[in-house]
């Protein structure tokens, strides 16, 4: 099947009249782009990030557009036609606001383009001596023996591409010795809860605050055979609900966090009670300005720091708790 994608150029200003008025024309199915809703995200999740990508900020910078798609048909070009006078009327209706110049772009897209294009992005991906990132839907030659991590990448943190996470495989394959019981806070895709339990740990428990994350690291979990008698997926936020620490006990082995400094620093209180004595925290996610805040607030925690890892801009911190 083909679409035309049709692409409605804007201002910030004007974007939720042009979506109201899309919407009045019956076009339930849209696609908005905006640096100042971009921004605002940003704003309001500020404690879940340090760094924003810079190619992704370039390309949301000054961009404020509304994409629809139209199934090609003997009218498409008559319906374009009319989205195009309805889109002067709008502007005419309401002469105070910028609407920018409402110039509407056509591109030609097949069904095939949108669900395997963005497949040629993700290849296996070896990381540290002995573990293999593999998305789902290949099957590669594996000479070396890797072990294999199978994911179907999404949405969620946690491809293995980011040096936060690969720093985190990393550590896992030095920390896991078989039998462990590991406790994954912020777990997204499960990838290292995967990776821990692919390793010989006998039990994960992947926890984070987005429901979505539950069922994606469960799904991952099962492409990997890993099931419910080994890998428990949970949404909860361990510093905000107080309940969480009980439902989620103690005595782990390994805690990891690949989050974010804002989020590991007071977080850090909290780490002793689910570790045991001698239990290792390993901590991701944390830029290298930052790496000075997150080592006090772990010795403020009664945790002392065993090694630090670095790659790139990022750094991983692995501590001990020996009470």
Not at 113 to 121: I, L, P, R, T, V
Not at 272 to 292: A, E, M, N, T, Y
Request: charged letters at 25%.
């Amino acid at each position: 099947m083909e679409w035309t994608e049709v692409t409605i150029k804007t201002t910030s200003a004007a974007i939720e009249l042009v979506a109201d008025r899309l919407t009045a024309l019956g076009y339930d199915s849209f696609i908005v782009d905006d640096e100042a809703e971009f921004q605002e995200f940003l704003e309001e999740n500020r404690r879940y990030w340090d760094y924003v990508d810079d190619e992704l900020a370039q390309k949301m910078h000054g961009l404020s557009q509304i994409r629809l798609y139209l199934e090609q048909a003997a009218d498409t070009a008559e319906r374009v036609s009319f989205l195009t006078e309805q889109l002067a009327a709008l502007k005419a209706q309401f002469p105070q606001v910028d609407f920018g110049s409402l110039m509407v772009v056509l591109q030609d897209v097949r069904d095939e383009d949108w669900e395997n294009s963005w497949k040629q992005y993700y290849q296996p991906l070896p990381i540290g001596k002995s573990l293999l990132v593999v998305p789902q839907w290949l099957h590669p030659e594996n000479p070396e023996g890797r072990t294999e991590i199978r994911l179907d990448p999404g949405m969620i943190f946690g491809t293995g591409a980011h040096a936060s996470t690969q720093m985190c495989m990393r550590a896992l394959e030095h920390c896991i010795a078989g039998g462990e019981r590991v406790l994954d806070l912020g777990s997204g895709s499960g990838i290292l809860s995967i990776t821990a339990l692919k390793l010989g740990a006998a039990s994960a428990v992947g926890v984070d605050i987005d429901p979505k994350a539950e069922d994606i690291a469960r799904e991952n979990a099962a492409m990997n055979g890993l099931y419910a008698d080994r890998f428990t997926a949970v949404t909860g936020d361990v510093i905000a609900d107080a309940q969480m620490p009980e439902k989620l006990g103690g005595g782990y082995d390994v805690v990891l966090a690949n989050i974010v400094a804002d989020v590991i620093i007071p977080l850090a209180p909290h780490v002793p009670q689910f570790l045991k004595p001698g239990g290792i925290f390993i901590c991701s996610g944390i830029l290298d300005v930052r790496l000075h805040e997150v080592h006090a607030a772990l010795k403020r925690a009664g945790l002392h720091i065993l090694s630090t890892d670095a790659q790139e801009d990022w750094r991983r911190v692995a501590a001990i708790w020996d009470c």
